[in-house]
């Protein structure tokens, strides 16, 4: 019998051990081949991108108060059911904002200067020379253009300056002058404006039904020939049949991406032969330094669900009227 007095948490994500310890520390952690016996006791699930949280899931767990959603997006949360039993969401903006800006501009520099093609050449055994004429893309001085300027956007955009680049920006809403002063960046009302005029694009908008395949064969034939393509948002904002076309047709130059859908793709998909396009099994977020963040905020939001009190960081959940 545990005497600890600590919450039981359904563990739905697993950590490195040293992280995991966090988890340990102030929680109960129930594991899968655990949960059926101790259902009633569990009032917390704690979670990452990977595990739908649906009202199945949720109806197994009849005193469930509070999903701990340990990433800052929260589309593989069905938040209607939440609504419906009266469970809180809890979700980590802003801790994540930097590390993913870095593996914006990780994938960005690799797809354009083809490093990851470069490294195989380089390490191939039927390598006697060098190609002298071995071309990649410029990015310092061209221009970037930025779907989704929300706090990563900014993030990407404070970074662009250091590249001494043109930084333009297409979003729900035009930011205040001084937040554009802030990184240098100028609105452009109009999606295809921004693709026709960019030279490399990222896209960090948020997923959505209005959001769901904005870039297709439309977005991609107006992108310039040289431009390079990333996304580091989700990859359902991405047609990615018509990226592969664009890719292996000469519409666009290269792409990197940090996410796809699904996660990972089939591996007969045609984007998996792509020789320009560079893709991270979304890592995103993956630095000890900003899981570490992520996984205290989301501890403190499980408390806070548990008690009843305010959470750092919440899901507004839908209306059922």
Partial sequence: MDTSGKPYV?????????????????????YEKDAEALREKITAIFCFVTLPITKDL??????????????????????????????????????LNAATADMAWALLLAAARRVVEGDKIAKSPNTSKFDTNWYGYQVS??????????????????????????????????????????????????????????????????????????????????MKRTAIFVNVSRGTLVDQDALADALTSGTIAAAGLDVTDPEPLPRDHPLLSCPNVTITPHTGSSTFH??????NVTIRNIWAGIKGEQMESEVNLPSLH
């Fill in 10 to 30: 359904y563990q739905g994500a697993t950590f490195p051990p040293e992280l995991h310890a966090l988890l340990e520390h102030e929680f109960n952690m129930v």
């Fill in 58 to 95: 949720l109806e197994r767990f009849p005193n469930l108060k509070v999903v701990g959603n340990c990433a800052v997006g929260y589309n593989h949360v069905d938040l209607k059911a939440c609504a419906a039993r009266g469970i809180r969401v809890g979700y980590t903006p802003n801790v």
């Fill in 141 to 222: 001085s061209t221009t970037l253009g930025i779907i989704g300027m929300g706090r990563i956007g900014m993030e990407i955009a404070k970074r662009a300056g250091g590249f001494g680049m043109r930084i333009l920006y297409y979003n729900r809403h035009k930011k205040s002058k001084e937040e554009e002063d802030q990184v240098g960046a100028t609105y452009v009302p109009s999606l295809k404006d921004l693709l026709s005029q960019s030279d490399h694009v990222v896209l960090c908008a948020p997923a959505s039904k209005d959001t769901q395949h904005m870039m297709a064969a439309e977005q991609f034939g107006a």
């Fill in 290 to 295: 900003t899981r570490r963040a992520m996984l």
